[in-house]
């Protein structure tokens, strides 16, 4: 990845220096290309300002930087913790955490591993470039998390239909609403949508009183 900026000052050193801070990069970090001087002109007319062009050139891959992250991370929250990552298509990476004490890395219903997951993305992005998605995993949490959902999305949907009514949820982040969005868009006798605002957006389980399948002993009508 190879980011450049230009950048003018009065003097050389202060058009370096507003560089390096636009790129949050250190001066032994990148490479300077003075593309012209300053110039101080005659009893401070005619002067010119400095133009640098400045570079920096990353040349660790997004695998490495997510491990050297991650590995720091968990040595400061005093977690022993090992990382398989896996390089996937379009620039995503895979990473599965194992280790003696994943409940802390997981947390209550996973909010501790989306929000390491958050920081990891954001660590590993925020000098641009081209971005990577990374998506953590540990116990096989989440494939065991989205099957309890999808049997859920299940259930209600069949409350729903049953009692000719809305379901609504309780509060889930995007992951898990996506989820039950998914499992229950071609079941017939219900739609979803999602109200609400983070970090308590709810997905309701919309009864189809047109679509719904009839069962004995139930009618159309509304009640």
């Known amino acids: 990845m190879k980011q450049i900026v230009e950048k003018t000052g009065k003097t050389e050193e202060e058009a370096i220096g507003l560089a390096l801070a636009e790129l949050g990069r250190e001066r032994d970090e990148v490479s300077v290309e003075i593309i012209e001087r300053a110039k101080a002109g005659f009893l401070g007319i005619g002067g010119a300002p400095a133009v640098v062009r400045v570079t920096y050139e990353r040349t660790d891959s997004g695998a490495e930087r997510v491990n050297a992250f991650l590995t720091g991370l968990f040595e400061k929250m ?132 047109k679509t719904a399948p009839m069962t004995p002993g139930m009618s159309r009508e509304w009640s």
């Open 78 to 209: 005093g977690v022993e913790a090992a990382l398989d990552i896996t390089e996937g298509e379009g620039n995503v990476l895979s990473v599965v955490i194992s280790g003696p004490s994943m409940g802390e890395v997981i947390g209550r219903r996973g909010e501790t591993l989306d929000a390491i997951q958050h920081l990891t993305n954001y660590a590993v992005n925020h000098s641009g470039g081209e971005r990577i998605r990374v998506n953590l995993d540990a116990e096989n949490y989440r494939a065991k998390r989205s099957e309890a959902l999808e049997r859920l999305a299940q259930k209600v949907a069949a409350k729903a239909i049953k009692y000719r009514r809305d379901v609504t949820l309780e509060p889930m982040n995007a992951y898990e609403r996506h989820v039950i969005h998914t499992a229950l868009q071609d079941y017939k006798g219900v739609t979803t949508s999602s109200i609400g605002t983070e970090p308590n957006r709810r997905v309701v389980v919309i009864y189809d009183g």
